[in-house]
Every structure is written in C-alpha cells, then in structure tokens.
C-alpha cells in the first residue's frame, strides 16, 4: 500500500481530513487540480459572522498541509480513475498537469509573469481583471509556483517546418517589441529577412483567422522586424559562442540548408567550414529568387547572422572528394548541394540558341549579366515557382509578350497563387492546357514553339488532374526566348562514388536523423527531398545540425526527439472559446503593377509601425501560451521547461475522501437579471474579492467606469431555490455571505446605502442571527420582495424592478448604481466518472449523496469512499470544517478494519 | 434536468465569453492607454475611455492589469465624483 487514504481536493474540508489522517498516523495522498490548495476559502475577503480575516485562516491550514509529514501533496494533479483492489483498498491513477515550469527550481518570484506577453481572464479574480499566462495562483498560494496554461502548439508555428514560433514574434510585435520578436525567429531560423519575403508561409495557410477574415499578415509581420532590425544593426550584436567543442564540420552547400546547419553547429559550439562551389553564397536565395522578390543585400545581411558565428564561408569551392574533406580533419560533413540541376523536357529543338533553362536565367539575370528583351515574345514552359519568377523577370527585362505555358489548369500549378496572380496583374498571359512538342529555329535562333492542347482525364495518384494531349490540336506560335522551367534536380554526380544516391539522383539518408549509410555524411535540404521550399531547406538543415551534434558528441541518435512540440490546436476548439472575434482590417501594399514591371524594386511595400502593430493585434493566441519564450529568457532559476509533459502514476491506496467542493451558479442563467451583459451587476463571489485585501481593482469600484459606488443592491436568492434554473436547493451561504458584504462595505465606503433584496432571511448557525441584527442595526435595508427584473440606464446606473411584498405585492423600480447577485451553490460533480467499477451516488441536485446521513454522515455508496465538505451539498465553512473531521474520523475507521481484516 | 452539473450549469461567462476578448486584446492596446497617460497625466476612467474611443468597461479593466503590473498607479483618492485617476509609472 502506497497510502493510507487518498484525499481528492485540497479546500478547506480536504485539507482538514488531511491533516487529521495525517495527525493520526496515516500516510496520506491529497490530490489538487488546481495549481495551489486552499480551493474557495483562500480567495474569499472575511469569514461569517467573526469576521475574521479568511487568510488568516486559511493560510495556516495550508501550510499545515503542505509540510506535514504524513501528508505527499501533489498539486496540479488529477485523480483519472480510482478501482477496487478486491481487497477493500483501491488503485488509483493520478495525472500530473504539466505546468511546464520545474516545481523544484521555481521560487516564486513572478519573474515568469512579469515578462509574460498573453494574458487571459484571471478566474481567481472571477474575471474582474486579466492576469498572464504564466502566472501564479494568487499572493498566498501554496506551494508558492508558477504555471503556464497552453493549450497545445498554435496552427502557425506547429505548421512551420523550421518550427518557428509564429505566434510567439507575432505576440512581441503586438507589445511593440520588434527587436524581441527578431531574435525569436534567429532563435530558429538565421535567414529571418529571406523568409519573411520569399517564404511560401505554411503558418499563413494554417492560422485560424482564416477562416473568419482579418488574419495577420503573418509572413510580412516577419518581414517588418527583419527589416525594423536590420535597419538598427547592420551587423549581427553577437560574435562566435566560445568554442565547446575541437571536432570540426564540413558543409557542402551554402543554400538554406547549409546555411541553417552551419548555423546550429556553430552556435553549439562547433568549428564549421561552408564550401561553397558559386562564387557568392547563397544558393537559390541569391542565384534563382529576383531582386523584387528578395534583394540580394537582405541574403546578405542574412548570411552575417550565420558568418557571425564564426562560421568560416569558402566559396568558388566546389568539393569534388568527400573522402579529401575526411583526410583535412572535417570528423562529419553535411551535404547540402540543392537541387540545380535543371530538367529538360526532351522535345525537339531544346538546344536550340533561344532555349534557356529557368534557372540559368535567372542565375544570369541575378549576376548582373545584361539580357536584352525589350520588344521580344517570350514563352516561359511549366508551372512552378520558378517558371513564375522567369516570366515576372522577362517582363522586368522589356518583353513585349511573356506567355506562362502549362499542361494542365491552372489549378494544379504548383506555383504560390499569390505569385501567379500577380503575374497576371503584371500582364503575363496564361496558356493552361497546353504543352510544347517541338522548338523550331533557323539554326541559330528560335523561332516558333509548336504545341499541342491538353485535356484532363481524371485524377492522378497524387489527386492532381492527369491531361493527354488532344488529337490534331498541335499549333504553333513566334517567340524569340523559350524558357524550360518544368522542374530541378540533385546534380550530385562528383559524389555518386562515395554515398548511395535515390533514383531520382537525391541524396539517401535517414528521414529522421538525416545520417546517410556513412555515420560521419549526413544530408539536409533539397539534395534529400528534392525540390522543396526555402522552409523546409532551414528546417532540415535544423535537424540535421541536432543529429550531428549528438553523433560528434558521441551520443545515441535513436529515440532522440528532435524538436518536441505539443499536439497542434484545432480550429474549432479556438473559435468555440468566444462568440466573436472582433478585428482590424489591415491590407498589405504593393506597388501598382504598370510601375513594378519597370524596375527590379521590390513589389510587396513594408508594414509601417502601425500596422504593424494591427495587424499582429489580429491573433487569436490560439495555444493560450504563445511560446514567446520570455518567460524562459526572465527565469532566474531556469525553472521553465517547455517540454514537460503529462505524468501518470498509479497508487495503491486504503481508502478515498471525496473533498471535490462545489461550484458558484452561473448568474448569467438568470436572463432577467443582466449578469454578463450589463457591467455593474456583478456576483457575489466577485464582490467578495473586490472587498478582499488582494483586491483586484485599487478600491472598491463600480467594473462599468470605475466609480465607487454609492447605492448598492443585493439580490438574494439569485440561482438558488429556483426550479426556473434547476436549483431548487437553498444554498445556506448567500444570506450570510451577503451581510458579510454589507458590513464590509459600510466599513469601506461608509457613505454608501445598502438594500437587499430577499424573500426571506436564514441565519441559523451560531451567532448568525445576531449578525443579521447587527447589519440591520448599521443601516443596511432590507427588502422583502422578489426581484423580477434588471434594467440598465444611460450611465451604467440599475434599474431593479421588483414586487414588495410588504407592502402587498406592490411593482415598485429602484436605482442603484451597482447590482450584486448573491448566486447560489450547485454541485461539482465530475468526482462521478472517476471511479471506474463502481458507482458513487450522487443526490438529486448532483451532489455526493450520503446514504447515511443522520448517523454515518461521510459514507458514500462505496465502501472505503467518504465524502467531506461541500461535495456533500452546501455547507458553511465550520460545518464544512465538521463533516471533514467527522470523514476523517470514518476514514480512520475504515482504514483500521481493513488493517485488521488482512 | 441535464445529468451532470456541467451540462446543467455551464462556466460562468465571468471568465469567459467577451472578458477572454478584451483580455486578448490587452497588450495590442496597452501602447495606446500608456501613451495617452504619458501624454495627459493621470487621467479617470471615464477620460482614458472617452480619449481612446474605447467602452468605459474595458477602459477599466485594462487600467487594473496595467496597476497589478505596476505599470499604472491610481490616485490615494477619489474625486468628488467617485473617481480614481490613473497614473504611468514611469520606469527609471
């Protein structure tokens, strides 16, 4: 047996059970969901009828309970499933939440919270004020530990194959932290100004806002603080890391790819060598992407980030021996070649002068070479992103006609749409369905391009329409520049005798670990995958670095996880958290498409600061949490760790308290009454923190304008011992609470005037009725009348509508600036599902019954099964504090027959 | 009645429902409400919402968490209307 007894919730009852077992010998269990024990009690301002401060109270309890040593707290926690053991006892089954910050380093300094960048209604303060993500509990929390509420990883980032935190630069930039938003994305990427222009933005694709209009423009918000940034630094702030490590690295490639591994390495620690074969580095980013798309200063810059760290860059360096770069000392090469390989359609006439290949002429073009087109007829042959680009540049370069020709619809163009479209705007003219079957020349130009018409025929394998040529439809058109852009390959040739290759002439390596069959030759990027996006290149260049650093390490490679994320966030569980999401339109600019064709500038125009800021104030935070990391970068006791997961252990126990306590009405079922509609009117529990030392607002206000009010209304009975709402239960509470209130008020704000509004009065208990006395006796009126509805007025101020029933039933109106309803108690009753062979019974209203409540109060309809406190039904905090001990003291006697049964 | 107190009572939208908006968006207005602060010195809630074009209720609720991260502090008192002013602290 693990424990003597488990003690499921740890408020006032469970922590008095536990403590009493605990006192008596027993080794106890109590389990909190929440992240502090101490459940309502804590939060509540004074106690009925002493007075007393709650805190006061309250506080020594749990100390109690969190340091005795019979008692193992484990907050955060879940009860998932209790079973008998057969033999009287139970097993139990507890999940730890992940609170994603290390309980044992964490000292409750706020630091996390203070740096926080989401924040949320704080349910501790019932709603009246925000509090952040990462937080803790409330001021007297024990244990005294923060945790960050995610939801799991947001669409954007969980969609990035770089893995970066979309939502997290975008939740910066909307607190005008630009600089803070760039590092986040060096953090995971170095090229940050590449991508935010050219990256086909996956995130984008991905965001919820989508669906609803008025998503950020979330690729340009990474554009704006790469360019916010490198307009303030035109170097990198850092140097190279100190140097952890003597192994030294090889990279073949400087693309993306290459560029992001050598980025990584470096940064752990390790010596890196980029042998780059082009006289620039760079790779597609600088030889194939047009200047109007991504200026070759911003590769530039970009490159720094990655030079910076030391990274040595040889370029006109091409590696022809990988067995050379073993024998000059490199102990693990990466191999990042791209894919530059341009492919042929094999028709007729393709060697033809006037026959270029797509990315030949857009390497020309990038390296300045002069390319006169002006007044020529241009056809550009295929469908993909370069073939767009090519078209877009012979326009730039004067053609006079420039034809996109692609054998299928334009639907299954593989290009950006974005990009086609805005071809079409430039003027670029589609010839879809259509395919060439001969270039026909003079034998030194071109001359005319023959082709034939298309049509589909169906899905292919891939879902994409198949298209065969159309009989007897070959035609054929003047044009003075063919250019062939129907796909790229790996040229990987000069290494083909020193690492096995796929048929399609990529580079075979693990998919995970990216190591080929040589454990020292690794592979990233396009050379792996084929043709892909400039993402994807960084993303496996990414991983491959880590698997490269664990293999130099001499670490194990298998079940190491690369980049461990929480499962992604659906939309629908985003956009059922609120009824709407209110928006601001922000469009992006470019420049008309009559002038960008003139001129290389870029098309897309900069964010301002303002938009900017609009445009990221559109996030819908869509993990809760969105891993900013600031709260890492603030911990002074790196207490935060973002790959915590979930931790369930099973228990051996004797026996189970129930202390699951109860839940406050939702006063917005009281349709009449304006709860969540109108602001001044307010619940009772909300009230008794606004009077509570740890306050939320700086005084007693009015939550509508902040006034302090001066005429305040209770409504009793609000949600209680009503059949209308389903709960037709006195509560036994609100009377009492609310004189507590009212007494509390007279005291802050003692020119105000109180009135209740009740049916009838219940103050029962010890010293209550004297109590009610007392607040009589200070002032406050009392009404007997039932409330039938709530009005508001210009202003905020209340109109309550009521039957006075002292005065026959008469309809009389009163104004008050601030309503409270004194909402009622209803059950907690989830503690029902938890016990899987066998079935605790609940009462009518939902409540823990008690079979035998007159003499056995704390007996459940399970053996071994108690309950205590409030589970059982509403109950005042000294009967709660009662019934605890008298579940203790059954418990006790539970536990102690079984201990003589075996 | 619904079976489960869930189904029967669901979450307040104390916590939910429009506060999980102006919560949202708390830190994109943040620049705006300190602005105005820095700009006109402490201000009511009533002013700050009326200058901003913001309803008063928000206005109020964005103040509280800009004071319980120190980065407003209310006025000792109120005025004769009942109203606090909100000042920027300002960060040495």
Not at chain 1, 716 to 739: E, H, K, Q, W
Request: glycine share 8%.
């Amino acid at each position: 047996m693990d424990y003597d007894v488990m003690v499921i919730g740890a408020g006032i009852a469970g922590m008095e059970a536990a403590v009493s077992l605990g006192d008596m010998g027993y080794k106890v269990l109590l389990v909190e969901r929440e992240p502090s024990i101490g459940g309502k009690m804590i939060l509540l301002s004074k106690v009925f009828p002493t007075l007393d401060c709650a805190s006061c109270i309250s506080t020594p309890k749990m100390a109690q309970a969190a340091s005795h040593a019979n008692i193992d707290l484990r907050v955060y926690s879940e009860v998932r499933e209790v079973r008998g053991d057969g033999s009287g006892g139970f097993r139990a089954k507890v999940a730890q939440k992940p609170a994603f910050v290390d309980f044992a380093k964490c000292t409750g300094c706020q630091d996390c919270e203070k740096a926080c960048t989401v924040t949320v209604p704080d349910e501790y303060n019932e709603g009246l004020v925000s509090r952040r993500v990462a937080h803790i509990a409330f001021p007297q929390a024990v244990p005294k530990k923060a945790v960050l509420d995610r939801a799991g990883t947001s669409p954007c980032t969980f969609a990035c194959p770089a893995g970066i935190k979309a939502n997290g630069y975008i939740s910066l930039i909307r607190q005008g932290e630009f600089a803070k938003a760039f590092q986040l994305v060096l953090e995971d990427a170095p090229l940050v100004g590449s991508l935010g222009r050219a990256c086909y933005a996956y995130c984008q694709r991905e965001c919820t806002r989508e669906e609803i209009g008025d998503a950020p423009h979330i690729r340009h918000l990474k554009r704006f603080v790469a360019d916010w940034y490198y307009a303030r630094h035109a170097e990198p702030e850092y140097g190279p890391p100190a140097r952890k490590h003597d192994k030294k690295v090889a990279v073949i490639g400087s693309g993306p790819a290459g560029l992001s591994a050598a980025y990584f390495l470096a940064l752990d620690g390790y010596p890196v060598t980029i042998f780059e074969a082009d006289a620039e580095a760079g790779g597609m980013l600088r030889s194939s992407l047009p200047e109007y798309r991504l200026p070759k200063d911003v590769v530039d810059r970009d490159i720094r980030n990655v030079t910076a760290l030391g990274v040595e860059l040889r370029t006109a360096t091409p590696v022809e021996s990988l067995a050379r770069l073993r024998r000059d000392g490199y102990d693990a090469v990466l191999v990042a070649i791209g894919t530059p390989k341009p492919k042929k359609l094999l028709v007729p006439g393709e060697d033809l002068p006037g026959v270029a290949s797509g990315i030949e002429f857009l390497a020309e073009v990038a390296c300045g070479q002069k390319i006169a087109l002006s007044g020529k007829r241009v056809i550009v042959v295929g469908g993909g992103n370069v073939a767009v680009d090519a078209a877009r540049t012979a326009l730039r370069l004067g053609a006079a006609k420039v034809v996109l020709q692609y054998r299928r619809t334009r639907a299954e163009m593989p290009a950006f749409h974005e990009e086609i479209a805005a071809a079409e705007a430039e003027g670029v003219e589609l010839a879809l369905l259509s395919n060439p079957v001969a270039f026909a020349g003079d034998g030194h130009r071109l001359q005319s391009v023959r082709s034939v018409r298309m049509k589909t025929v169906g899905a292919d394998v891939d879902g994409r329409q198949r298209t065969i040529p159309v009989p007897g439809s070959e035609y054929s058109a003047d044009f003075d520049l063919a250019i062939v852009a129907v796909g790229l390959s790996a040229e990987a040739a000069a290494l083909r005798q020193e690492m096995r290759l796929n048929r399609d002439g990529t580079v075979r390596a693990d998919a995970r670990t990216l190591q080929t069959e040589s454990p020292w030759l690794f592979a990233a990027g396009d050379a792996v995958t084929g043709p892909a996006m400039i993402v994807q290149a960084i993303g496996l260049g990414k991983q491959a670095a880590f698997f490269m650093g664990r293999w130099l390490r001499g670490e194990s490679l298998d079940n190491a996880e690369f980049a461990p994320q929480l499962p992604v966030v659906s939309h629908e569980e985003v956009l059922a958290r609120q009824k709407d999401y209110p928006s601001l339109n922000v469009e992006k600019s470019e420049r008309h498409p009559a002038e960008r064709i003139k001129d290389f500038a870029e098309v897309d125009l900069p964010f301002t600061e303002a938009e900017a800021l609009a445009s990221a104030a559109n996030c819908l935070n869509c993990g809760i949490c969105s891993e900013c990391q600031e709260c890492k970068k603030a911990c002074p006791a790196d207490a935060i760790d973002f790959d915590q997961r979930e931790k369930v252990d099973d228990y051996d126990v004797g026996a189970v308290v129930v202390a699951t306590g109860f839940r406050l009405f939702p006063a917005e079922r009281l349709a009449n009454f304006g709860f969540g509609r109108f602001a001044n009117v307010i619940s009772a529990m909300q009230m008794d923190r606004l009077v509570a030392p740890t306050r939320p607002f700086n005084y007693v206000l009015r939550p509508g304008d902040g006034r302090t009010p001066a005429n305040i209304a209770y409504v009793f009975c609000a949600g209680s011992r009503d059949r209308t709402v389903d709960n037709p239960i006195c509560s036994r509470v609100c009377c009492m609470y609310s004189l507590k209130q009212a007494q509390l008020l007279l005291g802050a704000l003692p020119v105000a005037d109180v009135t209740i509004y009740n049916i009838d009065i219940r103050a029962f208990g010890k010293g209550y009725d004297e109590f009610y006395e007392q607040t009589r006796a200070m002032g406050v009126r009392f009404v007997k009348g039932k409330i039938a509805r709530i009005t508001e007025k210009e202003g905020g101020n209340l109109l309550v509508r009521y039957e006075d029933i002292d005065d026959n039933g008469t309809v009389r109106e009163a104004e008050h600036d601030l309503v409270v309803l004194s909402v009622g108690i209803v059950a907690q009753d989830e503690c029902r599902a938890l016990f899987a062979d066998a079935e605790l019974a609940l009462d009518e209203t939902l409540f823990v019954a008690q079979p035998g409540k007159q003499v056995d109060p704390a007996r459940t309809s399970i053996p071994g099964v108690f309950s205590a406190g409030t589970a059982t039904g509403p109950l005042d905090i000294p009967d709660s504090i009662l019934h605890a001990g008298a579940a203790a003291a059954q418990t006790a006697a539970y536990i102690e027959k079984m201990k003589r049964k075996t | 009645m619904k079976d489960n107190s869930r189904e029967r009572f669901p979450e307040s939208v104390a916590i939910s429902g429009r506060r999980r908006e102006t919560a949202r968006q708390e830190f994109a207005v943040r620049a705006r409400v300190l602005g105005l602060l820095r700009e006109r010195g402490p201000l009511t809630v009533p002013e700050v919402a009326l200058a901003l074009g913001i309803p008063a209720p928000d206005a109020l609720w964005w103040l509280m968490g800009f004071v319980r991260y120190n980065q407003v502090r209310a006025s000792e008192k109120a005025d004769d209307d009942g109203y606090y002013r909100y000042a920027l602290v300002e960060v040495k």
